[in-house]
């Protein structure tokens, strides 16, 4: 048996949720084979436009837990990670909260693949293990550019926008005016702009490259017409 799986049976066990030490040990462990700053070095490499904005960086267990937990999560309620990399900040979301479904969204081929496969080896690996609720919560990942995917449908959208440059925070921005009204935005490093967001609070939170601020923002109005958007 994998270390990950008896983990994750010792939680059964106890019929307990997921601890955030236990949830960054879980990752970890079905991270170890995965070399991500090798990964985008290498995708980035194959792109015909060097954009900084894909530069790669992760948020932190800890960090994490603390930004979710502003906005407390529920059966019902969908998230999505934009610029999700290898998937880590998604399966740390889905063992810490209680979610319907997390997406993450990754223009990168190659870090898109490593999230699928670490998709396959948490569901046979580690969902079995984990207590009943958990083990219905739905984890998808989808190879599109943020600044195009659809995701409406999210009651809360996390961004690692730091090295987000200009144009794709604007396309950002005008993607995030279809999300409906009380949907939460939570953006590390920068903050769009829109009329139809408030701005809750800025805060610094650690990550793997430093101290950092974080917005958070509220969808205060409705969707624009799908019609006025490019």
Not at 70 to 87: K, Q, V, W
Not at 103 to 109: A, S
Request: aromatic content about 8%; glycine content about 8%; overall charge negative.
């Amino acid at each position: 048996m994998r270390a990950t799986e008896t983990l994750s049976c010792a939680i059964l066990s106890r019929g307990e949720g997921v601890e955030i030490e236990e949830a960054g040990v879980i990752v970890e462990r079905l991270y170890a084979d995965v070399r991500p700053y090798e990964i985008s070095h290498d995708s980035r490499s194959q792109l015909a436009d060097r954009d900084e904005s894909f530069r790669y960086g992760e948020i932190v267990p800890t960090a994490l837990n603390e930004m979710l937990r502003e906005y407390p999560a529920d059966d019902t309620r969908i998230l999505y990670d934009l610029g999700s990399g290898t998937g880590r900040t998604v399966f740390l979301a889905a063992l810490l909260f209680d979610f319907a479904k997390l997406v993450g969204v990754e223009l990168l081929g190659g870090l898109h693949r490593a999230a699928q496969r670490k998709l396959g080896e948490y569901d046979a690996q580690i969902r079995p293990g984990l207590p009943r609720a958990k083990q219905k919560l739905i984890i998808e990942f989808r190879n599109e550019d943020i600044g195009e995917t659809d995701f409406s449908e999210a009651d809360v959208v996390v961004a690692h926008a730091t090295c987000f440059q200009p144009l794709l925070m604007e396309r950002l921005a005008r993607q995030a005016e279809r999300l409906k009204p009380g949907s939460r935005m939570i953006l590390v490093g920068k903050s769009i702009s829109s009329p139809m967001f408030s701005l809750e609070k800025v805060e610094p939170h650690e990550m793997d490259w430093g101290r950092t601020p974080v917005f958070f923002l509220t969808k205060i109005s409705g969707p624009c017409d799908s019609e006025e958007l490019p």
